[in-house]
């Protein structure tokens, strides 16, 4: 139970989008709910994203996630997510609102997020906690991106909630209109640095192909993405040796 509930507090969004790509979030298309705040500025006016997370050793533990976008200009976005999960007699609901702001010719955004989290714990009764992120996306040009993001700044450990601080730092290649690399630097509570490397690949206007690995801690993420008009159909799949792993299926919108 104990490693369990370490696996759980130090996770953070099991998107099929996110864990597809090996959490890589930093630079490049993590998808709306992600660690990182600079993820949920929408492309177009508005963009919102539900899905559901299976861990397959134990199937009975779930995580369901919805978030949504608005941008009522080209700077300025507001989103804004829940999440709830339960296992035994553990439950979780997560509540966040973020902003996010564009400036310098759009080239640099910034973001901010907090978020509430509400666990119960049946024979202790509920403990509430505050946590924030912020994040920071620099479009060096049209084919390379810079950025980095800090995620869970109040945290006081997984014992305590909300989990472990993790910050990332990472840079997006994009070759080609219908490709792109990005890699970045992860380091996660008192875990060692981790390097994680992610692609993303849309050889038809239908699907679009993901992939990620991280090391020297060994993560594996595949997915893609079946898309019609304004409607994906997103599956995602993480796998850790340690732990597991976990299979996500949502929609996304546009």
């Known amino acids: 139970m104990g490693v369990l509930w370490i696996c759980i507090a130090w996770l953070q969004y099991l998107s099929p989008r996110l864990i597809g790509r090996a959490e890589v979030?930093?630079?490049?298309?993590?998808?709306l709910l992600a660690g990182s705040p600079t993820a949920a500025f929408p492309k177009q006016r508005w963009a919102g994203e539900l899905s559901t997370a299976l861990y397959?050793?134990?199937p009975e533990l779930g995580?369901?996630?919805?978030g949504a976008s608005f941008s009522w200009d080209s700077l300025q976005a507001v989103n804004a997510l829940i999440q709830q999960w339960n296992?035994?007699?553990?439950?979780?609901?997560e509540t966040g609102i973020g902003y996010g702001l564009r400036f310098l010719r759009s080239r640099v955004q910034l973001a901010v997020r907090g978020r509430l989290l509400s666990t119960n714990f049946s024979e202790y009764g509920r403990l509430h906690r505050f946590t924030s992120d912020i994040g920071a996306l620099w479009s060096v040009s049209s084919r390379v991106w810079?950025?980095?993001?800090?995620?869970?700044?109040?945290?006081?450990?997984?014992?305590?909630?909300?989990g472990a601080s993790r910050f990332g730092l990472g840079v997006s290649y994009r070759p080609t209109p219908n490709a792109e690399v990005?890699?970045?630097?992860?380091?996660?509570?008192?875990f060692p640095l981790q390097l994680r490397t992610a692609f993303q690949y849309q050889p038809h206007s239908?699907?679009?192909?993901?992939?990620?690995?991280?090391?020297?801690?060994?993560?594996?993420?595949?997915?893609?993405?079946?898309?019609?008009?304004?409607?994906?159909?997103d599956f995602g799949y993480r796998y850790q040796p340690s732990l597991g792993g976990w299979s996500a299926i949502g929609l996304s919108f546009p």
């Open 25 to 31: 979030q930093a630079s490049g298309d993590g998808g």
């Open 56 to 58: 397959l050793p134990a």
């Open 63 to 66: 995580f369901r996630l919805a």
């Open 87 to 93: 296992f035994d007699k553990l439950s979780q609901w």
């Open 146 to 162: 810079v950025g980095g993001y800090g995620y869970n700044l109040l945290a006081r450990g997984w014992g305590l909630l909300p």
């Open 182 to 190: 990005s890699t970045e630097l992860v380091q996660e509570g008192s």
């Open 206 to 233: 239908v699907l679009l192909l993901r992939g990620g690995i991280g090391l020297p801690t060994l993560l594996l993420g595949v997915g893609f993405t079946l898309r019609y008009r304004k409607v994906g159909l």
